[in-house]
């Protein structure tokens, strides 16, 4: 691959003022770091570029997620922390103390990710894309998806971004309380009923936007005043959750409208009125649209083709593997079938699950910051600017803004979800933390070249722009009143909870300043931060009024960018009826991923 170490190191130079900035921040020593409080804001000059910006962490946090160099040294397989260094997976079979624990796991598994690949994976730029692991296709026309092996050379495709999906493969939304409801697409066989605040039905035929809401009419052109609602009704369905219900979404006059089994008008979040929402970088940067991938580790891959095959039984039946006994059983699947005796070059790691987002690498002002591969994206016909068609295909090298990394450990067979971003993607809204002098706030502050939200922006983030109709059409269309354009993102919950919880921010923080004042300097990963990880107490299954552990408010300002607040279990949730055990459907891609053979 072309972004290979040595691709990385080549890199390094043209990134080296970065990594010796984020060193000096880290140091407290005097340089090129304005102290604005006690929260950092560091400028890196970029070559042909003027200054970029990006939030660093507060060097005054307390360290209430210590770290000992001891153990940050050991993940090296050097023994020793070097430049863009090979990292070993953290021993996934070994328990996890909360919270720490589990965000130790979380920088450990994300540093091992992106490694150069040892020879011992078969090649690659990267672990995540070496042999030991397979893409995931975008789901068929039955829903179903493919294990792609990773072999040399491979180009991978990557889609554009998908909206998140619930918990029944729905597009993904909130309501206007903050809680998630899933969309059943716009059928054209269906007309839009509603009751009117009397009660009596009325059909709706036209839509406006008055002052930002939603004015429906009747035939007659006559304005129809209904009852909104936040919660859905449930659609009869059993398996739904007292906190997600389905509503159907109605396109009229270019204005999305959703309503519930019970003639409600469902009242969601501004900027939530497309659910194939697509996120553009802005112009500043290079305008590129963004892509996602979805990939699988080894163990994870064979474990479900050995699941399918009825050979694998875990520990507790229908569990994702967390136990040695559970590793075991997948290794001898494995090497039953073609493996050889060792078939996983790092077992221990158990099943992982990444998800990734990325932007096209041109442009970017400090494209040296960023983890790059190649990959063929779709290219788009964009004379009309209500309605960019897919015309074909181009390689090009993308860059890495977004990761989601997540594993089965011991103990947890409902995976720890863990999320990173690179530091130049969104500001963050105001939040506060313990410093080693009280605790202090961190006010929100959008100036500065952002990637994903334009210069001091000061109006309503997070409003979704745009959507892709998907297949067959493949195209892009606006949603009223934008236009195909950026939007303005805002990391909402910067630390995955509550910005006032300052105790739980800080051991976030903490971890990451100890992972960060470790890594060398210019090492191309410590332009990354973990944002949080959850998990459910003692692996308890999650579902209604067990949502998690440790950052509860988890989202990804490029995965989720319009649904943030939510929470990931809120649609990784075990819905088998009668089977209380069955975590294997916490993800959404195990029950439809079709086996290796």
């Not at 039905?201 to 009747?218: C, S, T, Y």
């Not at 295909?393 to 863990?418: I, R």
């Not at 922006?457 to 950026?486: K, L, Y």
């Amino acid at each position: 691959m072309r972004n290979s170490l040595a691709g990385i190191v080549r890199g390094a130079t043209a990134n080296r003022i970065f990594g010796i900035v984020r060193g000096l921040n880290r140091r407290r020593t005097a340089g090129l770091a304005l102290m604005a409080g006690s929260a950092v804001t560091i400028f890196v000059l970029a070559t042909g570029c003027g200054p970029t910006v990006t939030p660093t962490l507060p060097n005054d946090a307390v360290n209430s997620c210590a770290l000992s160099s001891a153990t940050f040294n050991s993940w090296f397989q050097s023994g020793t922390p070097t430049l863009n260094g090979a990292v070993n997976p953290a021993d996934s079979t070994q328990f996890l103390a909360p919270n720490c624990g589990f965000y130790q796991w979380s920088e450990n598994m994300f540093l091992w990710l992106t490694s150069p690949a040892p020879s011992s994976y078969g090649g690659g730029d990267h672990i995540f894309n070496s042999p030991a692991f397979y893409d995931v296709s975008p789901p068929d026309a039955s829903g179903n998806r493919t294990l792609i092996a990773h072999t040399p050379g491979l180009i991978h495709v990557f889609p554009l971004r998908s909206a998140q999906a619930g918990i029944h493969g729905l597009q993904l939304v909130m309501d206007a309380s903050g809680k998630p409801i899933e969309v059943k697409p716009p059928d054209p066989k269906l007309t839009l009923t509603v009751k009117d605040i009397t009660g009596k039905l009325v059909q709706i035929v036209h839509a406006r936007l008055e002052n930002g809401q939603v004015v429906l009419l009747d035939k007659e052109l006559r304005v129809v005043a209904t009852q909104h609602v936040l919660t859905p009704t449930l659609l009869g369905d059993t398996r739904l959750t007292a906190n997600a219900g389905i509503v159907q979404k109605f396109n009229i006059d270019g204005i999305s409208i959703f309503q519930d089994a019970a003639l409600n008008v469902v009242d969601v979040e501004q900027g939530q009125a497309g659910t194939d929402g697509v996120l553009e970088a802005q112009t500043t940067a290079n305008g590129s649209l963004i892509y996602y991938a979805t990939m699988v580790n080894d163990v994870y891959a064979y474990f479900r083709t050995g699941v399918s095959k009825g050979q694998i039984t875990t520990t507790t039946p229908n569990q994702f593997p967390t136990t040695p006994s559970d590793l075991s059983q997948t290794i001898a699947f494995a090497s039953a079938n073609g493996k050889g005796s060792t078939p996983f070059p790092d077992p221990k790691a158990l099943a992982i699950e990444v998800k990734s987002s990325w932007v096209v690498a041109a442009g970017l002002p400090n494209v040296s910051s960023y983890i790059t591969m190649p990959a063929t994206i779709p290219t788009y016909d964009k004379s009309n600017p209500a309605m960019w068609k897919q015309n074909g295909q181009q390689t090009v090298e993308l860059a890495l803004v977004g990761m989601h990394v997540v594993g089965s450990t011991a103990g947890h067979p409902e995976l720890v979800w863990a999320t990173f971003e690179h530091t130049g993607n969104t500001p963050l809204a105001s939040y506060s933390y313990d410093s080693t002098s009280g605790t202090k706030t961190v006010a929100q502050n959008t100036s500065g070249t952002w990637l994903f939200s334009s210069n001091g922006a000061s109006g309503t983030p997070n409003v979704q722009h745009m959507f892709s109709t998907g297949a067959p059409t493949n195209t892009i269309q606006p949603i009223s009143p934008f236009s195909i354009s950026p939007s303005d993102t805002l990391r909402t919950e910067p630390w995955g909870i509550d910005g006032s919880n300052d105790s739980s921010n800080t051991e976030v923080i903490s971890m990451n300043n100890n992972v960060l004042g470790m890594l060398v300097s210019g090492d191309i990963r410590g332009n990354y931060i973990m944002t949080g990880a959850t998990w459910t107490p003692f692996g308890s299954n999650p579902g209604p009024g067990n949502l998690g552990v440790g950052t509860s408010k988890l989202s990804n300002s490029t995965m989720e960018t319009y649904v943030q607040g939510g929470n990931c279990f809120g649609c990784h949730q075990n819905l088998t009826p009668g089977l209380p055990n069955v975590t294997t459907g916490v993800s959404h891609i195990f029950g439809v991923l079709k086996p290796l053979f």
